[in-house]
């Protein structure tokens, strides 16, 4: 199935929702009769990567923007998770993020127009169209308004202060694509850290502000593996590297550039190891095979002197849940994922999904997702309310009774 949002440039406006949801409308859905069980078929098979292998299929030379993040969460004015809360907030700050041009650009470069088979055709044409083509690319080059809404969110969290008190942090991130939400909570730890200070003098400044202090561990998860090395290791080698240079708001809007050798690479692995965490990434699609992939490390802690230290989990997830086809399995993977509080006394999971209330023309929403958490015995609580847009939009907690 194959349908698009009609967004354009690198970031929505709440402006373009209510045009956009019109759009969306329209949407030609005649492809939406093929089986799931057929699509299921061809979907790809997860599997793990490693940041220093994505970073070294970056080119020379990175372009990038910024995107401010509202402080309405802000752990200063946030409530009581039990209760709903509207976003009015300032800017907070602002996350560098790769921008389209510049990915479009090396799309161009690796592809083959002559090859009818070759995968970067399609993510070039799902780039160029805003196009979403299910089992193919799913969007995750472009920066969703509800991932915005959860980068908004998440610097409230409790985990923050759980790492400073010792305790091991996972946070898991589905459907990442630009991986904005995660990248604020990167931001934070690094800053919290001292690594904005002093990056790049050999660890030494970090090392000592993490003394005492729990790992963090960030997984990026997107089906596509071009997605990931692109766009997603990207942004997390802008967030580390810039940490250094830039400290609250940019008030920039202009596109900056940035190279990617030897020395800035070892620069970003050094500083996230003198901080304290480690990145890695699995691409594919959701099931099984996925949760058995992060399970394998997401149980204990992963302190190299206490492996069994007990750990809290933090699953992230924005826009996953506008496909009637990949409800029902992204669903199933939330309840896994959630099971791993019962399954293992030690591990404290939450997760946060952030959706549109409706997702016109495709058939998806929170009415059909909440209905299927209720099915597999749990429930959700509305954390976050959008109003102030054409489509309503809200952060759901996921719980299992």
Known sequence: MSFSFNFSGDDISDSEIEETTTNLAKTNLSSSTQSQSTRLLSLITPQRHTLPALLNSLPSQLTYNHLAISSNQSTSTRQSDSNTRSTNGSPLLTIPRRSLFDIRQQLMAESDPSDTTDSTNTLLAGLESGDLSTGIYEGGFKTWECAVDLASYVPGLDFLDALDQGVDVRVVELGAGSAIPSLVLLREVLRRRGMNARLGNGGVYGEKKREGKGRVR???????EDVLRL?????VFLTTILSSQEDGVVTTNEDEDIDVDEDHIATCLTALEAAGISID???GAWGDQFVDILKQDTYQGFSATDPTKPCKTVV???????????????TDTVRSLLD???EDRGTDVRVLVAAKKVYFGVGGGVAEFEGMVRQSGGRTDTVLDVKDAGVVRVVLEVRMA
Do not use: H, Q, R, W
């Open 218 to 224: 960030f997984t990026f998860c997107d089906y596509n």
């Open 281 to 283: 990434f699995i691409s």
């Open 340 to 342: 791993m509080k019962n």
């Open 316 to 330: 992230l997830a924005s826009e996953t849940i506008y496909s009637p086809d990949s409800l029902g399995v992204f």
């Open 231 to 235: 766009c997603t290791a990207a942004n």
